[in-house]
């Protein structure tokens, strides 16, 4: 037990250590990891939706409220700064003017492709310091990690454990 107890505070560590290790990544370009994020995610929604005929003007503020887990006023928030930025704009739906779509800019769509090629420097850097083995060890152990998290069951844990819950996700019920 108290074995267990040691690995599980030496992983914590190590998880809060790669956080901060992570927060001297610089802003790209001005702008921050958050919006980065969001951009990526309103590209990949927008090349998901495509698919749908007719294709949708952009991505409902909706979905990327709930596909981002963030509140809608903080995603508001974002987008207005994101089109300040003119990385983004916006679409009211003409049929019905509370609905709000999203797209990226062509201004946006460079900023995706040079954020990826940032990362892909950065990683690539990590990765030959790493060398081939530990890397093959990282990714596979993380993809286990990845697996054993999306399998816990969480209303199990919080009645072993008696103390909280874990805040749900929109969509799912409350445990």
Not at 30 to 55: A, T
Not at 70 to 95: H, Y
């Amino acid at each position: 037990m108290e074995q267990d107890q040691n690995h599980l505070l030496d992983l914590l560590l190590a998880i809060r250590e790669n956080q901060q290790a992570c927060r001297y990544l610089p802003d790209l370009n001005g702008i921050p990891h958050g919006e980065l994020h969001m951009l990526q995610l309103i590209d990949d929604l927008f090349k998901k939706s495509r698919q749908i005929s007719p294709p949708p003007l952009g991505v409902k503020v909706s979905l990327l409220s709930m596909r981002s887990n963030v509140s809608k006023p903080a995603v508001s928030q974002m987008l207005k700064s994101l089109e300040k930025k003119q990385l983004i704009e916006r679409i009211t739906c003409e049929q019905d003017r509370r609905v709000v779509y999203v797209r990226l800019t062509d201004c946006g769509h460079q900023m995706i492709r040079d954020s990826q090629q940032f990362f892909c420097r950065f990683l690539g850097t990590v990765i030959e310091q790493l060398g081939e083995e530990d890397t093959q060890t990282l990714i596979r152990l993380t993809h286990r990690m990845n697996q054993i998290i999306l399998s816990i069951d969480w209303k199990t844990i919080q009645k072993e454990t008696d103390t909280f819950a874990p805040n749900p996700r929109k969509g799912d019920s409350a445990p």
